[in-house]
């Protein structure tokens, strides 16, 4: 009885596996969130923060690259600290950086 109940389980298989492949499943764009690169991981928001909080007012002034090192950023961050689903952790790193990078005089 055993047996047969096995034999019944395996050509059942058998025939699910000559139907043709199983497709796989479509996501809508709408259920996908696109990480933002600079900042996705909280060990790459805490390096950003501690480069933004190095930064001082005149290094800014002085520097032609740190204001456009850090402008492009800016949208960025703000967006991600914006974002409902952003963990607590990451989004206090982002706030974090942000504040430094405006006493830096980068930003609003």
Do not use: K, N
């Not at 389980?9 to 764009?29: C, K, N, R, Y």
């Amino acid at each position: 009885m055993i047996l047969a109940s096995i034999a019944g389980t395996a050509s059942a298989i058998a025939a699910q596996g000559s139907a043709g492949p199983v497709p796989d499943p479509v996501l809508p764009l709408t259920s996908v969130r696109v990480l933002i690169p600079t900042a996705t991981s909280l060990a790459q928001a805490q390096a950003l923060r501690d480069q933004a909080e190095a930064l001082t007012p005149t290094e800014v002034l002085l520097e032609e690259h740190a204001r456009e090192r850090w402008l492009p950023r800016l949208a960025e961050l703000e967006q991600l600290g914006a974002a409902p689903d952003t963990a607590p952790a990451l989004r206090a790193e982002v706030q974090a950086t942000l504040a430094a990078l405006r006493r830096a005089g980068i930003g609003g």
